[in-house]
């Protein structure tokens, strides 16, 4: 049999990406590529690789829809084929209003017009490419003392993306439906009208209304935390730390129409932002999220 033939039969299987609890994956890597249970669960737990170099295909065109099932993804690839790199998404976001010479050197570095760059940079999630991980560690690299910018990967694999609505836009009836047919809930931590969508999903929903919604990366997106309401500031210490935390004049907290512009914290992870609702909670200052669309044109 030739190199050819055997290659046709027989494939590599690449891990793409998996859930952080793939116990019942790891099983089904045993059960139909006869690794031990350890090995398969450090492999499910590797961010991307090589899980089987070759495997007849029948055997691994079973086991990639029961993967897919429990949420893992794979690729299948002819034996001897060259080994395609993993691709990442990564956004390059402002922290702050970056300088002329930071702008200069992200778009020499990715050879692209600086006009072109400060545009992308003004959008809600940066700018965002595609490209290999070793490409995008050495992005990453290169600004990692830049500090008016945030540099994010995401799997695209893996990505979930939530939906919200552009400005001054409101949920058409069609829209309404689709999402109730597609069964997506809004998500009251974020203001999303559809949450937790895979790629597909959010292309298809952008593809029919994409001049109501916008789709955006979980990975990628940041939320500002305000003051709710003054509930506790009758307490001296909490409007003292107030004062202090928001680097705001003591007197704008004894004025009620102000207080809801009090930015508390700016460009939080959605696991920040909720830590940070939490914490407040726990002092008894009410808070609001909101989606973060710009950097803060602060400078310090």
């Known amino acids: 049999m030739s190199a050819t033939v055997t290659s046709s039969c027989r494939v590599r299987v690449t891990l793409l990406s998996a859930p952080r609890r793939s116990s019942i994956a790891a099983g089904l890597l045993v059960?139909?590529?006869?690794?031990?249970?350890?090995?398969?669960?450090?492999?499910?737990?590797r961010d991307g690789g090589v899980l089987a170099e070759s495997v007849p295909v029948a055997q691994a065109e079973?086991?990639?829809?029961?993967?897919?099932?429990?949420?893992?993804?794979?690729?299948?690839?002819?034996?001897?084929?060259p080994d395609v790199p993993a691709?990442?998404?990564?956004?390059?976001?402002?922290?702050?209003?970056?300088?002329?010479?930071?702008?200069?050197?992200?778009?020499?570095?990715?050879r692209r017009p600086c006009p072109e760059v400060r545009e992308a940079l003004t959008q809600c999630q940066g700018l965002v490419l595609s490209l290999c991980r070793r490409e995008a560690e050495a992005l990453r690299q290169s600004f990692r003392r830049d500090r008016s910018l945030r540099i994010v990967l995401s799997n695209p694999h893996a990505?979930?993306?939530d939906l919200f609505l552009k400005p001054e836009r409101v949920p058409s009836p069609d829209l309404s439906r689709l999402l109730r047919r597609l069964g997506l809930l809004p998500c009251p931590f974020s203001g999303a009208v559809g949450a937790a969508l895979d790629r597909r999903t959010a292309r298809l929903v952008t593809a029919r209304h994409g001049d109501i919604v916008e789709a955006l990366n979980r990975d990628f997106q940041r939320f500002d935390l305000f003051l709710a309401g003054g509930g506790g500031l009758a307490r001296p210490e909490l409007a003292d730390f107030l004062a202090s935390r928001a680097r705001v004049e003591r007197a704008r907290l004894s004025a009620s129409a102000e207080l809801q512009n009090i930015r508390l914290e700016a460009g939080l992870s959605r696991t920040a932002a909720r830590r940070f609702h939490a914490d407040y909670a726990t002092i008894g200052l009410d808070t609001r999220i909101?989606?973060?669309f710009r950097p803060s044109p602060s400078n310090d």
């Open 290 to 292: 909101a989606l973060a």
């Open 62 to 81: 079973r086991l990639g829809p029961l993967l897919d099932a429990l949420g893992v993804k794979v690729r299948l690839d002819p034996v001897g084929a």
């Open 31 to 45: 059960q139909h590529l006869g690794l031990d249970r350890a090995l398969a669960g450090r492999l499910l737990a």
């Open 159 to 161: 990505a979930r993306f």
């Open 87 to 110: 691709m990442v998404e990564l956004a390059i976001q402002p922290v702050r209003r970056p300088s002329e010479g930071t702008l200069t050197r992200v778009a020499a570095h990715l």
